[in-house]
């Protein structure tokens, strides 16, 4: 995960577990670290896609692994 976006999420869940903002400002960060999981995911998924096989075997997966997770909806973990 690129530093930038390791920022913005850890901020995001910082603030959203303190109990002074407001409810829809808690619901707003939520949504947006949502979001940013979501890219995350998708972006990391379409990079398993095209990654070669000895880059692969470095990193412990087979192809039925990689297929299993390249092909998951981004909304899912």
């Known amino acids: 995960m690129?530093?930038?976006?390791?920022?913005?999420?850890?901020?995001?869940?910082d603030l959203c577990s303190r109990a002074t903002i407001p409810v829809t400002a808690t619901l707003a960060l939520k949504l947006a670290h949502?979001?940013?999981?979501?890219k995350e995911r998708k972006q990391a998924r379409a990079i398993l896609r095209t990654m070669e096989s000895h880059r692969l075997?470095?990193?412990?997966?087979?192809?039925?692994?990689?297929?299993?997770?390249?092909?998951?909806?981004?909304?899912?973990?």
């Not at 949502?34 to 979501?38: E, N, P, Q, Y």
């Not at 990193?59 to 973990?77: D, T």
């Open 57 to 77: 075997d470095d990193i412990g997966l087979n192809f039925e692994q990689v297929y299993l997770e390249a092909n998951k909806p981004f909304w899912r973990s």
């Open 34 to 38: 949502l979001v940013l999981v979501w």
């Open 2 to 13: 690129p530093q930038a976006h390791a920022s913005h999420i850890a901020l995001a869940e």
